[in-house]
Each structure stands twice: as C-alpha cells, then as structure tokens.
C-alpha cells in the first residue's frame, strides 16, 4: 500500500510539473503591457502632501482625486475646512478612532468634485490659516 501511494503522489507531482511547465510557455504579453488598476477601474490615487508644504501653493487635481493632508497624529481633528466653491471641492475633517476601536487616524483632506479652482483656508486654534488653490483637471 505504501508503494502505490508513493506511485499516486509521484504522478500528481509529475502532472503538476508539466502543468507548470505548459503554463510558463511563450505568449503573447501585449495583453499585460500596463499593470492592472488597483481597487479596479476608475480608482485615483490619492496626492499626499503635508500640512507644511500647503501654504500659497496650487494642487492639482483630478476629479475624484482626494488631497490626503498629512498632519501630526496629534493635530488629525483640529484642523476645519473651508472651500471657497464646494462645487468643485469638499473637506472631509480628520478623524481618530478610539483604542478600543483600534485607534486608527485618518488625515483631514480635500476631495475634488468638478472643473475648476477654488480657494481653500484650514484653521487650528492658536494656529495661523493654511492657505492654498484646489486645481481640478
């Protein structure tokens, strides 16, 4: 018993060479020339830029692009929001889930919605405004 067993599982292996073997032949790779999108079709990176490097600067978008803003762990729900034309832009504030929860943060950020450029000014407490221009192409 112990002899065909071994001839059983000798022949698996052997299929699963050839198998193998078979799958590793030439074929046409124009199909796999750009590499999928991940998340699917349709998905758009985020750009993220730190909180420090907003001021006076114009960011560009595409439309359902988000601007992650990168603040200190800290500061992730002091920051508020205003656009200037929620048309082309929204904010979406920071958020900190609890210990119990997990814990996890979540960046304040920009999301853009349409054609167009549009002011944006974030405050904190005790804290200068964060000036800058959404650009959405």
Known sequence: MNTRMTRKGAGAAALAVALAVVGCGAQDDSAHATPPLIGGPGVIAPVT??????PG????????????????DA???A???????RRIASFTPG????????GARFNPG????ARGRTAVTLTKPGRAPV???VRVH
């Open 49 to 54: 830029l730190s909180i420090g490097d907003l």
């Open 110 to 113: 920009v999301k853009a919605l």
């Open 79 to 85: 920051y508020r929001g205003r656009v200037a034309d």
């Open 131 to 133: 000036r800058f221009v």
């Open 57 to 72: 600067r114009t960011v560009d978008l595409r439309a359902r692009q988000v601007l992650n803003i990168n603040v200190p």
């Open 75 to 77: 500061d992730v729900t």
């Open 95 to 102: 958020r900190a889930l609890p210990a119990a929860q997990g």
